[in-house]
């Protein structure tokens, strides 16, 4: 439903009938129709790891763009790790999450840093990524 399809087609993917996919969206309040639009917001924390300051932190954020927005900065810097191509960097400088609490995390853009985490910490995103609420 994030990708635009309808209620019926993330029914059919999620193996579930339509009318059961309907009711749990409407009694966690994940979505909003808007005549014939649903407009998803999922609220739930989760708690995802970020490579910053030199090392990892898992740190919990308010719904899923800051946790997509984590992963595919995990991906970049993995994909820096592997290969040392610095302009998979070039698009996290600047950029990072805030928690929770308001406290802003920069996302690691030092290529030894990262190398280092990398020597060190063998955590995958998945064993962390959590939604907690």
């Known amino acids: ?28 309040n994940l979505a909003l129709r808007k005549g014939k639009v649903w407009t998803v917001h999922d609220p739930r924390v989760r708690r995802v790891p970020v490579q910053t300051d030199g090392r990892v932190q898992e740190i919990f954020v308010n719904g899923f763009k800051p946790a997509s927005r984590a992963g595919q900065a995990w991906d970049r810097q993995g994909r820096f790790t592997r290969n040392n191509d610095t302009t998979l ?45």
């Open 1 to 28: 439903m994030r990708d635009g399809h309808g209620i019926g087609a993330a029914a059919r993917e999620a193996g579930v009938p339509e009318k059961r996919l309907r009711k749990f969206v409407r009694l966690r």
């Open 89 to 133: 960097l070039a698009e996290l400088r600047g950029q990072g999450l805030t928690d929770i609490h308001g406290r802003f995390y920069p996302f690691e853009t030092n290529p030894n840093a990262l190398h280092r985490i990398a020597a060190v910490e063998e955590v995958a995103f998945h064993e962390i990524y959590q939604i907690v609420s």
